[in-house]
């Protein structure tokens, strides 16, 4: 089967660039070049600045990369004993941490198992009075956009009477720290201890504190580290302080405000202790005593940095490493870090409001990742879908709301779900490709498919649904649905609830009552495609609305293209479908300002199920093209009608529905 590509143009501009030299203070801002309407701009090799991205960069990329809790369910904490238990636990998970979770006993460890990602929802997510510990031989950990503060011990400055860290990990591997904020703490902020490998800590804020980061803790020279876009602000030592560690690689830092207390040892950034091998680029060193420093034994090289009202040491010497030899990376320049971190380091509101689950990488099946979401999800859920043909009936229950399907690739017609199920075996519900019962879904560039074939089968209900929904606030963007005999059902969970659906730059093909159900739907800027099935007279049925005779408003379709290779005058623009007899099942069909193909009849619409047609609300307006002529079987709506009956009329319900705008 041939699946219709999209024809959406593709957006060349990259207006990020624009926005770093902006933030860097580097150009007055302008006019951006910005993509196309509607498109996502080309992926950059990294992310844009304040776009953070998803996976880790650096060592924590290395050796098999870092996925945390990919592949796990998600689920969402507001409590101690659910993060603990959680974050222990032995399977994978994404938790996502809603509001402020005060650890009891104060200085409490909170222990964080393998396969983990912890992240903060927006700026909520807090962890207070304690800290996430990984113990010997933790391994693929993500720990996110969190703010973990206030175990400080009330005058113990130099943290000697509790070992109350921020986080903490002991000989663990794969673990990724980013944009999370570290303040006041008992101990260290941020201690990563005895041979723990593969680590990139990038995006933090530490501040207010004496003690910030520490690596070591060990004489084998093992760790591999990657340290960058972090803000050190109000912190005395250990910035980070690196002791024995393989490879330290850290760039585009920024460390400011260092506590003035007239140590003239104790007060420094960055250490290369022991055997240290250390490299240090584009950084940004202001009001800070001695900056960056070695050891005879380490080795530091540093290239492209900015000191700023700086004193001390100054150490460089020794070859150390070419980081280039392990990753690729492009940093940021060093005049464009402080306005960079100050903006983009720590929480950001839009990270782990959206949570995405890749398929088929993390899990193996679209309706896998469905499975994930927990029942009354209140945060976005993206399942980002791959290229490819994904062969399965996929089912999104009513209590698995505010989820995104997404197909990744430039193209709808790269990424298909498809199955053949007839109604034969189900009903409508039964025999839909998807299924979407939730409310606040919304699936862009992909292809839905049902693929049954009529012709190799007699049996009574060959009706293949591509796709279903009984959901609220439905969005079909860029979407393709092809079938033949009921292709796309848009209905609601019983006849007097008014659920609505948008479906806009898409293309939908059938050829009997392909469009139907009793949703409020509205098709804009569409192609809608009437298969011919060989007959001369009467090919088909584009339409067949269910309405509840309460509401004004069924099937709109407006600003499209129907278009057909079926002979002139032989298809119907639809017909009122009353289910199972229903007498308060009033059809509501409006087609204005669309294209008609010669195939549409003369007397577009006909009777159905003993219902006559005269009886529904069947209408048109201003729409053109060979089959748009004017007949008396053709009623058309005034002007004063239609100023009644747009997009917005149609969509915006009780709560402003209005997804269009986007």
Known sequence: MTYLRSKRP???GLAWLAALAAAAGLMTPGPSQAATAGEPAVAATAAPPGKAADTP????SLAGGTTGGAGGKVV???????LAAYAA??????IRVKGAIAVAPFGSEIEVASDKTIIG?????????????LAPGTSNVIIRNLTLRDSYVEGDWDGKTQDFDGIQMDGADHVWIDHNRFTHMGDGLLDIRKDSQYITVSHNRFDHHNKAFGIGWTDNVTTQITIDHNWFSGTKQRNPSADNVAYAHLYNNYLSAQVDDGDPVWSYGNWAR?????VIENSFYEDVQHPYQADATAELVQRGSITK??????????????????????????????ALVRRFSGPQRTIGTDTVLNVPRDYPTVQAAVNAVPDGNDGTVTLAVAPGTYREQVRVPATKPHLVLRGTGTDRAQTVIVHNTPAAYGGSSGSATVLIAASDVTARNLTFVN?????????????????KTTGDRIVFENAAFKGNQDTLMTDSPKLTTVSRVYIRDAYIEGDVDFLYGRATTVVERSVIRALSRGSATNNGYITAASTWKGNPYGFLITGSRIVSDAPANSFHLGRPWHPGGEPDAIAQVLIRDTELPAAVKASPWTDMGGFSWKDARFAEYRNHGPGATVTADRPQMSDADAARHTVAHYLTGTDGWAPYRH
Do not use: C, K
Request: net charge negative.
């Open 309 to 338: 009202n700086t004193t001390g040491r100054h150490d460089t010497w020794g070859d150390a490493f070419e980081p280039r030899d392990f990753y690729a990376y492009e940093p940021d320049p060093a005049a464009a870090v402080p």
């Open 76 to 82: 969402t904490v507001t409590d101690q004993a659910s």
């Open 89 to 94: 636990a032995e399977d994978p998970y994404i």
């Open 274 to 278: 022991g055997r240290t091998r250390m």
């Open 10 to 12: 593709r957006a060349r």
């Open 57 to 60: 960069h650096g060592f924590a």
């Open 451 to 467: 693929d049954f074939d009529e012709a190799a089968h007699e049996l009574n209900g060959e009706q293949a649904l591509a796709m």
């Open 121 to 133: 929802v927006g700026t909520s997510g807090e962890i207070v009075h304690g800290e996430l510990h």
